[in-house]
């Protein structure tokens, strides 16, 4: 396994090689398929995954169902909190919406290595309050903000969390994780592809231009970035 493989994922790259031997000699990499189901609602969390150049959606379904995205999760960050904060269970659905790879980790050795303390226990309780302000902020801008903010938010956190431009994302599935009709997406994607914020094509979506995407977005995008840079210099 290559050290910069390792540093596409913020976390990994924030802790030390040779303080957590155990850990990085534990890892695994592997590859992400669009639409696969890394947990079921209450499912026993077995591993934990830390993205490297894909995306994955924590999803909650009610029942008629209709699914909300309540957290995305790049680069910056793991999936599989409830390892060491307990419960051991996952709290709702978590999907990859874009494909690509992903370190694999087992949940045992990963609860080990964070009962040791020490720098790994230090960043994971920062982390775990950073995502917990994403999600919040999250519930703040689905009641408050119009579709475009939203979906120029949503747009610049996937960018983010893979470092690409290019995004293999349907108008469907945005509408489904922001949980608005797809009309509505549709026709905020229109109005952004006539301004060359963006170029839609069936099933990618590409930013052409990042720096009027922000100017869209509410301040929800900030928000959400200042604190995992106050906490963690995440950028």
Same mark, same amino acid.
């Given at each position: 396994?290559?050290?910069?493989?390792?540093?596409?994922n913020?976390?990994?790259?924030s802790?030390?090689? =040779?303080?957590?031997?155990?850990l990085?000699?534990?890892?695994?990499?592997?590859?992400? +398929?669009?639409?696969q189901?890394?947990?079921?609602?209450?499912? !026993?969390?077995?591993?934990?995954? /830390?993205? %490297?150049? #894909?995306?994955?959606? %924590?999803?909650?379904?009610?029942?008629?169902?209709?699914t +909300?995205e309540i957290? %995305?999760?790049?680069? !910056?960050g793991f999936?599989?909190?409830?390892?060491?904060?307990g419960?051991?269970?996952?709290i *709702?659905?978590?999907?990859?919406q874009?494909?690509?790879?992903?370190?694999?980790? =087992?949940?045992?050795?990963?609860r080990?290595?964070f009962?040791?303390?020490?720098?790994? @226990?230090?960043i %994971?309780?920062?982390?775990? @309050?950073?995502?917990?302000?994403?999600i919040?902020?999250?519930?703040?801008c689905?009641c408050?903000?119009?579709?475009?903010?939203? /979906?120029a &938010?949503?747009?610049? $956190?996937?960018y983010?969390?893979?470092?690409?431009?290019?995004l293999?994302l349907?108008?469907? /599935?945005?509408?489904?994780?922001?949980?608005v009709r797809r009309?509505?997406?549709?026709?905020?994607?229109?109005? /952004? @592809?006539?301004e060359?914020?963006i170029r839609?094509?069936?099933?990618?979506?590409?930013?052409?231009?990042?720096?009027?995407?922000? #100017?869209?977005a *509410?301040? &929800?995008y900030?928000?959400v970035? +200042?604190?995992f840079? @106050?906490l963690?210099n $995440?950028?």
């Open positions: 396994m290559k050290e910069n493989t390792i540093f596409n913020q976390i990994l790259a802790i030390s090689k =040779d303080n957590y031997k155990t990085f000699s534990n890892l695994e990499k592997i590859s992400l +398929t669009s639409g189901i890394i947990y079921k609602l209450h499912q !026993e969390i077995e591993y934990v995954y /830390f993205p %490297l150049h #894909s995306m994955i959606s %924590l999803v909650s379904t009610v029942s008629n169902k209709n +909300t957290g %995305l999760i790049g680069n !910056e999936v599989g909190l409830p390892v060491f904060l419960g051991n269970h996952a *709702c659905d978590t999907i990859v874009i494909p690509d790879s992903a370190m694999k980790l =087992d949940a045992n050795i990963f080990s290595e009962n040791r303390g020490g720098e790994l @226990q230090r %994971l309780l920062l982390y775990t @309050q950073a995502r917990i302000s994403q919040s902020q999250n519930a703040v689905k408050h903000h119009p579709i475009s903010n939203q /979906f &938010c949503w747009l610049l $956190f996937a983010d969390g893979v470092q690409q431009q290019e293999p349907t108008q469907q /599935f945005i509408s489904e994780m922001l949980g009309s509505s997406v549709t026709e905020v994607a229109q109005k /952004f @592809q006539k060359g914020i839609y094509t069936r099933g990618n979506i590409t930013i052409l231009n990042r720096d009027i995407l922000k #100017s869209k *509410c301040e &929800c900030d928000k970035k +200042t604190e840079a @106050q963690l $995440f950028t």
